[in-house]
């Protein structure tokens, strides 16, 4: 089943200021995370087994919330380096 992505406000407030490049790769990288949140080949474990990290675009940095009962992944931080 594929999951549904959603935007913490930290994430949405993180957004309003990056170019819109970073807006396209984040989708572009949420788009392959919601077909398996888990996939070890597009996403890195972290200390809480509910969070995960993935890199998007080349030089980002996603870290999403997984809501299994949901099957809702939450975008809850971001790191640019472009």
Not at 46 to 57: D, K
């Amino acid at each position: 089943m594929t999951y549904r992505a959603e935007l913490s406000p930290q994430v949405l407030r993180q957004l309003a200021g990056m170019p819109e490049q970073v807006q396209f790769a984040l989708a572009e990288a949420l788009g392959v995370i919601v077909v398996d949140p888990y996939d070890p080949t597009t996403s890195e474990p972290t200390p809480n087994p509910r969070i995960r990290q993935a890199v998007f675009g080349g030089v980002g940095l996603v870290d999403y919330l997984i809501w299994d009962e949901l099957l809702v992944v939450v975008a809850v931080d971001l790191v640019w380096g472009g």
